[in-house]
């Protein structure tokens, strides 16, 4: 299954949405992906459910470290990357 940066970007918007249900902000992609985990106030937990999440959708391991002023656009880039190349390994 191909997936793009875009549709990454979409998996986490959607996953970051649930992570701060209890806030009253809902983000959208283009406004999430300039943002940092720091900005996002995302703790270690979230990021552990974040890329716990996107392993289940994307059927990959992810055993990358994001520091705090990571972009969340970089973050989708990074695992829109891993992906392809699973995809790749996976063609006979």
């Known amino acids: 299954m191909f997936n793009s940066s875009s549709e990454v970007m979409a998996l986490i918007c959607k996953e ?37 999440s996107l392993e289940e959708s994307l059927d990959i391991d992810i055993t990358l470290e994001f520091s705090e002023n990571t972009a969340m656009i970089d973050v989708a880039n990074t695992i829109a990357t891993l992906s392809q190349l699973k995809t790749c390994r996976d063609v006979p």
């Not at 649930?18 to 992906?33: F, G, M, N, Q, R």
């Not at 900005?39 to 979230?46: A, Q, R």
């Open 16 to 52: 970051v949405n649930s992570i701060k249900k209890h806030e009253s902000v809902e983000y959208d992609p283009s406004t999430l992906a300039s943002l940092t985990i720091e900005e996002l106030d995302l703790t270690s937990l979230d990021m552990l459910e974040l890329i716990m």
